[in-house]
């Protein structure tokens, strides 16, 4: 199921921003972009995901800017010492150098003094805003999904119409089965009232039966009705019986003896694909 979170906190140490982004997929699937600050985190983010979310491919990303207040402008002498000694070793190493800007210098990590970040402050309010996202994605989702169990049902009052009307008329295709079968025979010259004929008649009519299948095709509705009924994540589970769905349609289709037949059994797989997309965003 599709979401977009964005939310920010801010502090005196700078702002946090907190982005979550989900699209389709059968399983979940979290990808994290984390500052430095957070990169202890990432693990209890990642169960923090699973507590939310069951799939969907998920992109959650921290970005953290430090507030000019944050960072002191007097320059650390012996983080310069040290940059100054190293900048020395590698022109001895390779030779002349480029010469490097004193806004070089000052850009270069730890000179600034007093420019490290509170990261204990920055984890709890990381925390706490991840929770306010998730609750949000978790919320877009549960809304979508709301919006797709009206298409859904639909659908399977559809499916459960069209096997209905199988029901009513397979008594009229077996008669129209036997009376060819009787022709057939009579053109080789057997009798109607032949053994052969009843044979034929019983193992054409097993053959063709579809009872079974028009059974199996109910229930799995039924089944499908109540998952959308059911509370938590159901995606899983309605992804296992479309596939049961569709079987039992192949089945139904290939056991056709009736123009009309074969167009209703096409119409029911119609049904259970565009089921099968739409299942996609389900959590």
């Known amino acids: 199921m599709t979401a977009f979170v964005r939310r920010q906190t801010q502090a005196e140490w700078g702002t946090l921003t907190c982005e979550c982004r989900t699209v389709n997929h059968r399983y979940l699937d979290p990808s994290l972009r984390l500052p430095d600050a957070l990169r202890p ?131 009229e295709w077996r008669e129209q089965q036997r009376q060819r079968l009787v022709e057939r025979l009579a053109e080789s010259g057997a009798e109607p009232g032949d053994e052969r004929l009843a044979q034929e008649v019983a193992i054409l009519a097993q053959k063709a039966d579809v009872t079974e299948e028009l059974d199996r095709l109910e229930a799995h509705v039924a089944e499908v009705r109540a998952a959308l009924e059911s509370a938590g994540p159901v995606g899983r589970r309605l992804d296992f019986l479309m596939q049961e769905l569709n079987r039992e349609a192949n089945t139904l289709s290939s056991k056709s003896t009736a123009a009309e037949l074969t167009r209703l059994a096409v119409e029911i797989k119609v049904l259970i694909e565009q089921m099968r997309e739409q299942v996609q965003n389900v959590e």
């Open 41 to 171: 985190r990432e693990m209890a983010y990642r169960e923090r995901l699973g507590q939310y979310l069951a799939r969907g491919r998920v992109e959650l990303q921290f970005r953290l800017e430090g507030t000019d207040q944050a960072r002191s402008q007097d320059p650390d002498p012996v983080a310069l010492r040290q940059l100054r000694q190293a900048m020395v070793r590698v022109e001895q190493e390779i030779g002349d150098t480029a010469p490097v800007s004193p806004l070089e210098v000052l850009n270069w990590p730890g000179v600034l003094a007093g420019g490290e970040l509170p990261e204990e402050a920055i984890v709890a309010a990381a925390d706490e805003l991840l929770d306010a996202t998730l609750d949000e994605v978790a919320e877009q989702r549960r809304r979508e999904g709301e919006r797709l169990v009206p298409l859904l049902e639909e659908r399977l009052d559809a499916i459960e119409a069209h096997v209905a009307e199988l029901r009513r008329n397979m008594p």
